[in-house]
């Protein structure tokens, strides 16, 4: 279930006796981990006493279920929160014996659950995709019998959008799309991130004043790296012009340019991968990426989908070696980093003859 659907049940019908929480996601755990507690917990004497925690990494799953169903003589109200549910999987010759012993010790316990008790495993580990996604099918088969199975994936580039816009207008600020879709990319999609940077925010601004881009790219990490990724996109349109009016931003912004180049490195490899791929579409480009275990956002695949546009393989090739060639230039003390730049923009947009 996700997790909107499990606060909602946790509404309807109280707290369950066993719940697996899985993915990567803390901010929605976060607020399934509190709506929780209010509900296993209510009383602040209850949550002194009631509130236990395990790791599967220290001790066995066979501990943690004793302690679970002795009733303890200090807490009406218990709530045991078992870190690394992942350890339920043992490992070696002895997996397929082991891995059935744990599953009939709980299927024992939830055949008889402790009245008022409520016990958590968690397992932030694992992804949805990629390598963890048969660890994570292993992990349900395991807590079949558990009926609230509650997943925690990443946040898409989407979700995360909806996300600030709902953050910004229940904390009443002032944010743009522009500077929406900065903060996003500046915190990469990250949930938790972003929550954090409107806290932060919301606690900066005046009432009733608008949060530009300047200030974002004062106040937020990272968010100077979105200024490079317009550079990108510009060389990527082979915009000359725009090219050197934007490192020219950047300069005076005080950017470290090693870094600028190293992100239009970066993004001219992810092109000419793209090619050799024959990917097509930003979508494509998306999920071909995400795949391979690389962080790639809608904003930044239709980035690479530019580039792709704007040079065939033959000119990223030489694209490469002209990051490469001016890598080498700005670790020299002549010219300037200014001037290496300058002259790095005007070759790379030159037209092909």
Known sequence: MTAEQFLIGLEKQGAP???LFVGPDAYMR???KEALLAVALPEEADRESGWSRWDLAEVSLAQVLDDAAAMSLFASRRLIWVAGAEGVLPRGRAKQDDETS???ELQAYLSNPTPATTIVFDCQRYDFDGDDKTKVENLRKFFTNVKAQVEFPRFTPEMARRLAKDLVAERR???GSAEIELLVEATGADASRLNQEIEKLSLYAKPGEAISIETLTALVPNARAANIFSLVASIGRGDRAKSLDILDTLIREGEYLPIALSFLGTQ???ALAGHEARL???MQIQNHFSKLGIAMW???AEQVEQTM???GPARLKRAIRLVYGADQALRDTRPDDKTVMEDFVWKVTAKEG
């Open 17 to 19: 006796a066993v719940v």
């Open 30 to 32: 976060s607020l399934c």
């Open 102 to 104: 744990g599953a009939k």
């Open 173 to 175: 600020l002032k944010l």
């Open 268 to 270: 001219f490899r992810f």
């Open 280 to 282: 097509k579409g930003s």
């Open 298 to 300: 809608k904003a930044r």
């Open 309 to 311: 546009t704007a040079f």
